[in-house]
């Protein structure tokens, strides 16, 4: 927003009305989505915005997140962020909560992933900020030094866990 004046108007001010945008659909093999306002908190009583992404056919979603400062309550009962694999809420639940430790991964089964941040009756605020990339349909194992002393292979299995390629130094 831009605001201009002259110094010949006597009244102070100005309103704006406004509607936050969601239900975005997202494409693409890399991207970030955030709440509302992000960095600032949500403290709307009652709220629901939703996202769903989609890359490449034959390519998985892999989500990592940057920040989440959600209310914790019982049951996650103020507000959440769910992850759910395909275009809508009926797909497979891959992720639901408030609180998450600081490595979590949600990696989709499929090119698509619906996204839901909702609450009721937020008292502290609410905010996160994630990313997404497309990664292979294929899992890769890198064993760490820890499990194999002078190997770094990898290793490429499909979705039933059979090898399909390997390479070694």
Known sequence: VKFNSDNT???NGFVVEYN????NDLFGPTGEIASPLYPMLVYESSFSYHWSITVQDGK???ITFQD???EIGHQ???????IYDGDDASGQELFNGCTLSAD???VSTSNMVYIVFGGEYVRYGAKFRLRWNAISSFAQLIPSSGETAECGQNVDLDPRGNITYIRSP
């Open 9 to 11: 108007g006597t009244a």
């Open 20 to 23: 936050l945008l969601h239900g």
């Open 60 to 62: 998985k979603i892999e």
């Open 68 to 70: 989440f400062d959600l």
């Open 76 to 82: 996650c009962y103020y507000n959440y962020l769910a």
């Open 104 to 106: 979590t991964r949600v």
